[in-house]
């Protein structure tokens, strides 16, 4: 059973901080995807990571993709309150199955 | 467009009482997923669409029923509720498949069974 692995689980910081995010695995997955979504709402697609060592930039957030391929994290440089949410990663082995992974719930305060 | 829709919001059901939750999506997406989410979890799958005509099981099936006859539409069907299958069950669509596509996420339905 593949499993998906984030920590931390909870993680309450000042606005401004830095802060790193962890998706591990003992299994190799073909693509990445990490998702956020919001209290009453369905998760929204933030990046998608296919190749190992794989980096990619969204503003303040910076993706990466291991090179085994089999973990991913999630940097958020200078938090802000709006980046307040639960951060779900989601990998799948090239089938039509994602395996989501247990999510990191954070809270930027003002 | 209305993207991926879920009807009802809200459900309370009695253990051994059965109901269908409704997905539809308009945007033409062949592929279609029903998954449930507890409390400060992460997603877990419970079945999948490709096509219309086309389903197949996911992580945690049992007690579940899904039919797609149409490309729009995917209910799910819980026979027999159980306290077990008290959660919040979302529904989504992808273009594609095998990881590269987005998936558009429903609004969800929380259900209760006592």
């Known amino acids: 059973t593949q499993l998906l692995e984030q920590s931390p689980q909870f993680l309450s910081i000042q606005e401004g901080e830095n802060l790193t995010v962890y998706c591990n695995s003992s299994s190799v997955f073909s693509s990445l995807q990490w998702y956020r979504q919001e209290p009453g709402e369905g998760p929204v697609l933030l990046v998608t990571v296919v190749t190992g060592g794989e980096v990619k930039k969204l503003k303040r957030l910076t993706f990466q993709f291991g090179d085994a391929r089999k973990d991913s994290s999630l940097h958020i440089t200078a938090a802000q309150p709006g980046d307040t949410g639960l951060y779900l990663c989601a990998g799948t082995s090239g089938t039509y199955k994602y395996i989501f992974g247990t999510g990191t719930r954070l809270k930027v305060l003002a | 467009n209305a993207g991926v829709t879920q009807t009802p919001k809200f459900r309370i059901l009695k253990i051994g009482q059965s109901m269908t939750l409704q997905c539809a999506q308009d945007?033409?997406?062949?592929?279609m997923y029903w998954y449930r989410q507890d409390p400060g979890m992460g997603l877990k799958l419970i079945y999948y669409?490709?096509?219309?005509?086309?389903?197949d099981k996911g992580e945690v099936p049992n007690g579940y029923n899904v039919s797609r006859s149409t490309t729009e539409d995917f209910p799910l069907r819980l026979e027999l509720a159980a306290p077990s299958q008290t959660s919040v069950y979302f529904c989504?669509?992808?273009?594609?498949?095998?990881?590269?596509?987005?998936?558009?996420f429903g609004p969800g339905t929380r259900l209760t069974v006592t």
């Open positions: 945007m033409n997406h062949n592929y």
């Open positions: 669409s490709v096509g219309a005509g086309i389903t």
């Open positions: 989504a669509s992808s273009h594609g498949g095998q990881g590269l596509y987005e998936q558009y």
